[in-house]
């Protein structure tokens, strides 16, 4: 039996160490932290929140993983009640619907859309500049950029569709993520894994764990970088302001204001799922992509200008109140001429494997950090005695 040890006790790391269970290895789960879930981890308190807003996205090809064992648990979607109190704010003023030029965007299959195009020069051609403009905006709600339009075409059309999808593909696991690290958790102990919190594993540790069997590094790609001693494990990834409020309840708040003016979101998620705030109060989060050079506050106060329009007489309901900068934590971004095959290898030889929603596998936000959790376990298990050259991973998209 093949001995395989992760590193980080986040989604990335659990599906690598089910995936390598299943197949008969020995798998031991070292997470730094105290608790588990990294990215995933919900708050415990009256407030149930999450590390910025989450969802699931109904057609990944992790929902069929989880369902299949049982790990996904009840999700739920936005009701149509509250489908109808989605908010656009346009030119400084909220409005009901979006522009015609932005849905027809989204109707645009994501494979007519150039890799090496930048988003806001192709969809200018395609439906004009105002338009191109408010789609790029409305698509920072799946890519925590502050300049969508600068990013690919090809990757930035890609979530602008499943983002709008009719009917939503977006569900909210009932409880927060935690809910679905707790299954998995289980899951992996049911197969034997062995979990170890409260351990960090640093340069010197990992030497020795790599003489033992393949070490599969589901971390961020920072800490990876630091762990590996390794300075080409870098990619660009979003920078957000992060706002999450706990309000007492106000018939006639909107479910979610999407900010066309500039990239940015606010979302009532009790809309959902009425757990995650105690009765009578509501939960929202706001993420709103900052620029390189700009501070938190400035975004903080872009979130508070969205919710001025979208939950009236906000600031006198504040019953508790959060916010963080989420640098580098929020997945990777690809810029035109690049896509996710040219992100970090999956595969760092010598029997290494890296996971996580920045390296080398396809897919929207946590998707990545699943196909390249799974990536790195198969290949994990195949391991020989000698060292093999990097490879590029399977192509999961199509599988």
Do not use: C
Request: hydrophobic share 40%; aromatic share 6%.
């Amino acid at each position: 039996m093949q001995r395989i040890h992760i590193i980080g006790g986040g989604l990335a790391g659990f599906t690598a160490a089910i995936t390598a269970a299943e197949s008969g290895a020995l798998v031991t789960v070292h997470e730094a932290h105290h608790t588990l879930g990294g990215r995933a981890r919900t708050a415990e308190g009256a407030y149930r929140t999450n590390d910025g807003p989450h969802a699931l996205y109904r057609r990944g090809p992790h929902w069929t993983w989880l369902a299949q064992r049982g790990l996904l648990g009840p999700t739920v979607t936005v009701p149509l009640s509250q489908a109808g109190k989605l908010r656009f704010r346009l030119d400084g003023a909220l409005r009901r619907t979006p522009p015609l030029a932005l849905l027809r965007l989204t109707r645009r299959r994501a494979e007519h859309a150039p890799v090496d195009t930048d988003f806001r020069t192709w969809a200018t051609a395609q439906v004009g500049e105002e338009g191109a403009r408010t789609a790029a905006h409305f698509a920072a709600v799946a890519l925590y950029h502050h300049d969508p339009g600068s990013l690919s075409a090809a990757f930035v059309q890609e979530r602008l569709r499943r983002a709008a999808a009719l009917p939503p593909e977006a569900r909210y696991p009932v409880g927060g993520w935690a809910q679905v690290i707790d299954r998995m958790a289980a899951r992996a102990w049911n197969l034997s894994v062995r979990i170890e919190t409260a351990t960090r594993i640093d340069p010197s540790d990992l030497d020795g764990l790599a003489r033992s069997g393949p070490v599969v590094v589901a971390t961020s790609l920072d800490a990876a970088q630091s762990l590996l001693r390794d300075p080409t494990l870098t990619w660009d990834s979003g920078r957000s302001a992060l706002i999450d409020l706990g309000l007492r309840t106000r018939r006639g708040d909107a479910f979610a204001v999407s900010d066309l003016d500039a990239p940015g979101w606010t979302e009532r998620f009790t809309a959902q799922d009425r757990t995650l705030a105690p009765a009578g109060r509501q939960l929202v989060q706001g993420q709103i992509p900052v620029a390189p050079d700009e501070s938190k506050a400035a975004g903080i106060a872009r979130a508070e200008d969205l919710l001025d329009l979208g939950f009236p007489g906000w600031r006198d309901r504040v019953e508790w109140r959060r916010e963080a900068l989420a640098t580098g934590r929020t997945g990777a971004v690809d810029h035109p001429g690049t896509t996710w095959r040219d992100r970090p290898a999956i595969d760092r030889g010598n029997g290494i494997y890296l996971a996580g929603d920045q390296v080398a596998a396809p897919g929207l936000l946590s998707e990545v950090s699943f196909n390249s959790g799974m990536e790195a376990a198969v290949l994990a298990l195949g391991v020989g005695e000698q060292p093999r050259p990097a490879r590029r991973p399977l192509d999961l998209e199509r599988s």
